[in-house]
């Protein structure tokens, strides 16, 4: 794919339009930078010979319009008009600095945003295949990396090519054989080291995006189990692991930056050697008149001068641009994805009030041959309390994900109070749901902004945080607390206890008040006492919300009005709880009487 068709897939029409007006910026200060270069010839050229300001055509004319009374008058104001032309040129160059610079930044920073919001509304099985430490290394480090050693770089390429053709131009009229001698054979030295080194540039510029993943990977996982790292003595392990990564994307960053440095300094040699070869021929040859040679030379000075950065912009470019194309190529595939969320606001609403319905549903993950859920159908009715048993790697909590419309089944449906459950409606049936995992995350923020997950501060209803933690069970630990609702829980929760996380995870999913509450092992890492007292609250809620509940001990579905057992993605038996534990021996295996 074209890099400009890979740019129309990243950026908007208003941010492509901007782009166009900063590449005309870049385009008009070449053009500039050039005109000030040609005006440096005229003003050698009357300093070395004043006789030509008549004999000129051009300058007699600029002498007449200027109305002045003498030569040196003349020269003077010529002199003016040169200083004026390098400061308009100069003043242009920083403003058009000034601009990329702000159109990068706001790029960078328009990239990451639509980067994230691309991630985030993508499906749940979208995650379960990425490493989450990835998606933030291409939010946070790979969006800079492509603006700047890509898209940046191609303007960057594209201005010092209009400065080459100008400055070309303009040496070609003086002088059209050094004109073409010398732009074929710098044009041809950079071609040629550019051929050698794009392939390697290539190479290391995606062994380094691969690094940059390992960086960022570990150092992810060094900070998530800090306490086992702590408890096994694994510091220097992690130092290890994490070293030879790092190292490696310090040395092919050198590689990178020594291979778009090196060919300037042969050039600036060869270049300015060529230029006072020329100005000791033109002195040591009698027939040649020095006063036509000083003008010269200062116009191939001053093209030099110009003309060998812009030449070393557009090696030093493509080799950055070679450098961070793997890194580019991310992105592009990234913003590709499809998003199949629509906007919650668009959604059609869902109301349940009669009974939800898994009707034949089957599902099986990505690139796997076997079926996770095999034909389950179940029937809950509003208000019911369900129960969902099985051994580890029964299909449990994979059921429970396609019933809160994170992944959709492969064959089957949901059907709620009799509408089907599908991509148009599915926030509209979520906004029913409460969930609370087994492991609840946390924020690094107050206990009531964790309670009001995801809510806007300014949009808290502190009466809904209060009441969903005295529902928990956790409004009186709160209250013992210095800052109360106002205290920092710290970093997943580090400055609470286990029970005390789970139950801000219970209080979260009774924040919105929901019609269904979903509990996937929630209180299995409870001690005995706190969960007796949670299962308190929530079979306190029982026949006036629907609670699904997926149990790790036995004794917490007791209270249920009907308990499915699922094995091998299937339901084998149903029944309430002293059903199951007269008929049912896996029952009473797993209950621990048999």
């Known amino acids: 794919m074209l890099l400009q068709k890979k740019i129309k897939i990243i950026f908007t029409k208003s941010e492509l339009r901007s782009l166009v007006l900063v590449l005309l910026w870049i385009l008009i200060a070449a053009m500039l930078e050039v005109v000030s270069v040609a005006s440096i010839t005229p003003f050698m050229l009357v300093i070395s010979s004043p006789e030509m300001i008549h004999d000129n055509i051009y300058l007699s004319t600029l002498y007449q319009a200027l109305d002045v009374y003498s030569n040196d008058e003349f020269i003077v104001l010529l002199g003016v008009i040169v200083i004026v032309m390098l400061f308009i040129s100069n003043g242009v160059q920083a403003f058009v600095t000034w601009k990329v610079i702000d159109f990068s930044q706001n790029m960078q920073h328009k990239l990451r945003v639509r980067l994230l919001q691309k991630y985030l509304y993508q499906p749940y099985g979208f995650f379960l295949d990425r490493n989450t430490s990835e998606l933030g290394k291409n939010i946070v480090n790979e969006v800079d990396s492509a603006v700047s050693g890509v898209i940046m770089q191609s303007l960057l390429i594209i201005s010092k090519s209009a400065v080459v053709i100008f400055i070309f131009g303009l040496v070609l009229f003086v002088d059209p054989l050094t004109a073409i001698f010398t732009t074929v054979v710098l044009g041809a030295f950079y071609w040629i080291v550019f ?55 310090a040395s092919y960053s050198i590689q990178s930056t020594t291979i778009a440095g090196l060919p300037r300094y042969l050039l600036e040699v060869v270049t300015f050697s060529g230029i006072i070869a020329i100005a000791v021929s033109s002195t040591t040859i009698g027939n040649i008149d020095s006063s036509k040679v000083i003008p010269m030379l200062s116009l191939y000075a001053m093209a030099g001068y110009r003309l060998i950065p812009a030449l070393q912009g557009i090696y030093s470019g493509l080799t950055v641009l070679k450098y961070n194309i793997p890194v580019f190529n991310i992105l592009v595939n990234d913003f590709s994805q499809e998003t199949l969320k629509t906007k919650v606001d668009r959604q059609l609403p869902v109301t349940f009030t009669n009974k939800l319905l898994l009707k034949d549903v089957s599902f099986s993950y990505k690139n796997s041959k076997y079926m996770a859920i095999k034909k389950v159908n179940i029937e809950i009715p509003h208000n019911a309390t369900i129960g969902l048993v099985g051994l580890t790697g029964s299909g449990k909590t994979t059921l429970i994900d396609i019933l809160l419309g994170l992944l959709i089944p492969k064959e089957g449906c949901i059907v709620v109070d009799g509408i089907q459950i599908n991509k148009n409606n599915v926030s509209g049936w979520q906004k029913n749901l409460g969930y609370v995992p087994q492991s609840v995350y946390l924020t690094d923020d107050t206990i009531e902004s964790n309670i009001a997950f995801s809510v806007a501060k300014k949009e808290i209803d502190k009466k809904q945080v209060i009441e969903a933690a005295k529902m928990a069970n956790l409004d009186q630990f709160i209250l013992t607390l210095p800052k109360k609702y106002e205290t920092i829980v710290g970093e997943r929760g580090v400055r609470l206890s286990g029970g005390q996380c789970q139950r801000i995870g219970i209080a979260r999913a009774l924040y919105n008040n929901p019609s269904v509450l979903v509990l996937d092992e929630a209180t299995s890492a409870l001690d005995n006492i706190t969960e007796s007292i949670v299962m308190g609250a929530i079979n306190n809620l029982s026949h006036r919300k629907t609670i699904i509940m997926i149990a790790h001990r036995l004794s917490t579905v007791k209270e249920c009005d009907i308990i499915y057992m699922m094995d091998g993605g299937k339901i084998i038996d149903s029944g309430t709880y002293q059903q199951l534990i007269s008929c049912n021996i896996d029952f009473q295996n797993m209950s621990g009487l048999s």
Do not use: C, W, Y
């Open 195 to 249: 051929k050698l080194v794009k392939d390697r540039l290539h190479a290391i510029g995606t062994a380094r995006t691969l690094a940059t993943s390992q960086i960022f990977k570990i150092s992810n996982e060094a900070m998530s189990g800090i306490k086992e790292i702590k408890l096994h003595n694994g510091e220097d392990e992690l130092t290890n692991r994490f070293s030879s990564p790092s190292k490696n994307q």
